[in-house]
């Protein structure tokens, strides 16, 4: 047993010589996976289905004599220049009718059936080749969907995006009852008529929108599925994944990771950021929510990245503590971009295991350090964090809220709701859990709903069953799946829930703020009418702001602080400088502060085998139960 370490190794950018080195550096840190190919199709079909294979076998061979396990691409993220220049038809086109260039990466449009078919090829072939082969531990299928291309607007896809709407509304007039319409004078009389929200004179019907956000998003997911068939067949012991890009609304990570076997995540905290361990971790405890299993993190930086206007490094240790965050919150290993530093290309700057000037390095030594840290952590592997506090999140409320521009305010946004609610938790070291709406939540004592603009009947009734405290945030209740009004307008299926009912939406001008109790409202506020509810706390001109309904508690504006509200609902803990995250038996002690910090309580530090009373500024400690 052991976690995982390694990171993207690239030997296609290399000669041959380089790779002997490579493997035994690799054997020196203690790498014990690496992601092999991603980008390598063009090297192993260099011409319409002839293969060269020679390089990668000889690859694999060299990694597994040294013991290292491969996360082997399915190398379709970049279609090769034949195959665009072929068929120009595979280059994606954007919301202005412009066909996008060959040149970088990732160009193709998810639903051509020329790439489709040529990606078939190309995985069955990589999968009969290597499915022996004792390196393979596992299937990395494509990169980062959704990174560059998330839609394609060309004409085939339209196509698909119509077959797409007729089997969900069946006929046209399904869709012109969902779409509404009779609005705009859009009634159309056959699926031929419509097309995707390609650019137009003024603001796009929203439900079609909408629909373009979810037929976006199954899309790439039926081009994973394509991909998985085929591994599956092949080799049905291999597990299969594909690289998330931490908390985003592009892609229904709900229903992409019921698709994979482990969620992996590419997470990039910004170093220039103070608050980027706090980010991070929101997106860490998804990843562990996803399956309610462990995750990995298959990709992170070692210090700088270079896709950022200016790309800071990671101070010594920073690298560590990232890391070992990760850990804490359920990965079960580290992963990084990438192995060793790019000579050529964008991301010749970025930071690398191995960077440019070789081991002689601080970058080198931390590289190595925490290879050995991990195998300290080894016992760790597996072990979950049960959470009593869920956040739910759903992701057509979230295209629903913001896809659209025409809305009281084009201020919601519901990355910033979320961590609005998360931060004073992650603070008071509790763990959560985020959820999808509309499952049972009997697990959890406190589920917090930043945001359920969309909140069909259905989902309601989950809400209705729960049995702990709740607490919805503003705007929700607002509009069904279609993006219809509820009748009588918000909190719609939640009226009886919350006691509540909404007469007025009021959203404040830019930097106006009103006082609510000890906090200040901004951005939204609402004009209620108590119904069942009582207030808790009420705006500067008496009217009431936040109401408890029994169980329910509904908070009718944005929040510079939530602590009030959480404490109502029975979060006491004080808040502490020090990150202290559970994992199994395993408590996990973060700083990410820049002074010392005293522990709570006493125990041995697994790391060192010390005896501890404080953490340094940006070290870890972790301690095992019984260890205290
Ligand atoms: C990821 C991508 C990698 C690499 C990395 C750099 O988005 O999957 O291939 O480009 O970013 O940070």
């Known amino acids: 047993m052991t976690l995982i370490f390694g990171g993207d190794y690239n030997p296609e950018q290399w000669p041959e010589a380089t790779w002997l080195e490579d493997v035994a550096l690799m054997a020196e840190a203690g790498v014990t996976m690496v992601t092999v190919g991603v980008f390598s199709w063009s090297r192993l079909e260099p011409k319409p289905g002839e293969f060269d294979f020679g390089w990668l076998d000889r690859v694999l061979d060299l990694l597994h004599a040294k013991g290292i396990e491969v996360d082997l691409a399915t190398a379709s993220a970049t279609p090769p220049p034949w195959l665009v220049r072929d068929h120009p038809s595979v280059l994606p086109v954007d919301a202005n009718g412009t066909r996008l260039e060959f040149g970088s990466r990732q160009s193709y449009c998810p639903s051509s059936p020329v790439f489709r078919s040529a990606v078939q090829r190309l995985v069955r072939t990589i999968a009969e080749r290597y499915k022996d082969h004792p390196a393979l531990k596992m299937w990395h299928i494509s990169n980062e969907y959704g990174d560059h291309i998330v839609s394609c607007w060309c004409d085939e896809s339209a196509k698909h995006f119509r077959d797409w709407l007729q089997s969900r509304y069946r006929d046209i007039a399904g869709l012109n009852q969902a779409w509404g319409t009779s609005c705009w004078g859009q009634h159309y009389t056959g699926f031929e008529q419509v097309n995707p929200p390609r650019k137009a004179p003024g603001p796009v019907n929203p439900a079609q929108l909408l629909d373009w956000k979810r037929f976006s998003s199954d899309a790439l997911l039926e081009c994973f599925e394509l991909e998985k068939q085929v591994l599956r067949e092949v080799t049905p012991a291999i597990p299969v994944t594909t690289n998330f890009m931490s908390i985003m609304s592009e892609l229904d990570y709900w229903k992409w990771a019921q698709a994979e076997d482990l969620v992996t995540d590419d997470a990039y905290p910004d170093p220039a950021d103070p608050k980027s361990h706090l980010k991070i971790a929101l997106s860490y405890d998804l990843m562990r929510s996803l399956k309610q299993q462990s995750w990995l993190l298959l990709e992170s930086a070692p210090s700088a990245v270079s896709w950022r206007e200016v790309n800071v490094p990671k101070r010594p240790g920073k690298m560590r503590l990232d890391s070992l965050q990760a850990v804490a919150h359920g990965s079960d290993g580290v992963m990084f971009f990438q192995w060793r530093q790019a000579k050529y290309g964008p991301e010749k700057f970025h930071s690398a295991m191995l960077p440019h000037a070789g081991t002689q390095t601080r970058q080198w030594r931390e590289t190595v350090h925490l290879g050995q840290e991990l195998r300290k952590l080894a016992e760790v592997k597996g072990h979950h964090t049960s959470a009593e506090v869920a956040i739910l999140l759903d992701w057509s409320s979230w295209w629903a809220l913001e896809a659209q521009e025409s809305m009281p305010s084009n201020r919601l946004k519901l990355k910033d709701m979320l961590h609005t609610w998360y931060e004073p ?28 603009y969309m909140c069909t009947i259905e989902q309601a009734k989950a809400l209705q069953d729960f049995k702990g405290t709740l607490i919805v945030g503003p705007f929700s209740g607002v509009v069904d799946d279609n993006d219809q009004i509820h009748d009588g307008g918000a909190p719609g299926p939640l ?87 559970r994992r199994g038996p395993y408590t996990f002690v973060l700083n990410h502060t820049n002074a010392s910090q005293p522990v709570p309580f006493r125990g041995t530090d697994m790391l060192t085998g010390r005896e501890v009373t404080e953490v340094p500024p940006l070290d870890v400690i972790v301690i095992k139960e019984g260890q205290q």
């Open 425 to 452: 938790l992650f603070r008071r070291g509790i763990a959560v859990d985020l959820a999808p709406h509309g499952r049972s939540l009997e697990s959890y004592q406190l589920v917090i709903a930043p945001s359920l």
């Open 495 to 581: 009226t009886e829930l919350l006691g509540v009912t909404v007469e007025e939406f009021w959203p404040l001008p830019d930097g106006q703020r009103t006082k609510v109790g000890t906090a200040n409202a901004h951005t939204w506020t609402e004009v209620l009418r108590l119904t069942t509810a009582r207030p808790l706390a009420s705006y500067e001109d008496g009217r009431p702001a936040i109401t408890r309904n029994g169980n329910a508690i509904y908070v009718s504006c944005l929040l510079d602080d939530v602590t009030p509200v959480l404490r109502e609902a029975g979060i006491t803990a004080p808040e502490q400088e020090l990150e202290i995250c």
